[in-house]
């Protein structure tokens, strides 16, 4: 395990490397900037940018801790990167983040991801409506990313089977060829093949409670067994569909986006009113109007 942490750490800092030569310059975000004296006064700073590598965007967010900014990390202005995340201030639009030289006893750990400007599928879905052909290609590439992260992969550039645990249009990021990826993996659980582990915690009820499967709602779901969490995940997938499906013109008819039980729940449902809808009565969410003639 630790030896595949520093390979994974070591190819971070090469790719780091790469990005910084080849790069129009990296930015960073302050979540307080104090436009007096340019330093950044929190307990913590969130750096992000969006950099252009060989061609392609990059988004790379880092968080730079308390001990770090003990000594002072100064924001001066820069107009080489036109693009941040994370900015609540004209200011914080045009810094650059310059950190106290490196002691050697510190780590700094960065995500280095690409960038994808239209946001999450519920930020698009809010904004657009969709064709049927428009339709297939994003609820496609949602099944295709869910099928690669549920799968195992043997090999030297192998990956463990990983159940998402937290699908939702909101964790969904569209790109700019309007097909989909699969984002935040920050309550995802992996399976061990080998000795047929679940890298669980104590409580398995985690989740977006709108969108949590039935299982989970009623705590009946065999947590010894990963195919539960998978399909827990394809439940949340089919919500999205639905949601997809409600801004599909068809016929030209197309209705206004919704969350999922956005008619039977309050806007942040507790799990017992959850339970109460899915569980207790089985209610589902009704087949759109356009879709109603369908077969």
């Not at 913590?44 to 900014?69: D, F, H, R, Y």
């Not at 999922?260 to 207790?280: A, F, G, Q």
Request: hydrophobic letters at 40%.
């Amino acid at each position: 395990m630790t030896r595949a942490l520093g390979s994974a750490l070591r190819q971070a800092l090469l790719l780091l490397a790469a990005a910084a030569e080849l790069s129009a310059g990296l930015k960073c975000v302050c979540l307080l900037c104090d436009s007096s004296n340019f330093t950044c006064q929190t307990e913590g700073a969130c750096w992000a940018s969006v950099m252009l590598t060989n061609g392609k965007e990059q988004v790379i967010k880092s968080c730079v801790s308390l001990p770090e900014l003990n000594a002072q990390v100064f924001c001066h202005s820069s107009n080489n990167v036109t693009k941040t995340e994370c900015c609540f201030t004209d200011f914080c639009n045009n810094i650059t983040l310059h950190l106290p030289t490196d002691n050697g006893t510190w780590t700094q750990l960065w995500l280095v991801s690409e960038y994808h400007e239209q946001g999450s599928l519920y930020d698009y879905l809010n904004r657009n409506i969709v064709t049927v052909a428009g339709m297939v290609k994003l609820a496609l590439s949602i099944a295709s990313g869910l099928a690669h992260l549920h799968m195992e992969i043997v090999g030297t550039q192998g990956k463990p089977a990983i159940a998402h645990r937290d699908i939702k249009s909101k964790n969904i990021l569209v790109k700019k060829c309007e097909t989909c990826a699969i984002a935040d993996l920050g309550l995802a659980v992996k399976h061990d093949s080998i000795l047929n582990t679940i890298d669980i915690p104590q409580n398995p009820k985690v989740g977006t409670k709108r969108y949590m499967a039935p299982e989970i709602l009623d705590d009946t779901m065999n947590v010894n067994i990963f195919d539960s969490f998978k399909r827990a995940d394809i439940y949340s997938v089919g919500l999205v569909y639905w949601e997809i499906a409600r801004r599909c013109s068809v016929g030209g008819i197309v209705e206004e986006y919704q969350l999922p039980y956005y008619d039977m729940v309050p806007s942040d449902p507790s799990i017992e009113e959850m339970r109460k809808v899915v569980c207790d009565q089985k209610f589902r969410p009704s087949i759109p109007n356009q879709w109603q003639s369908c077969e």
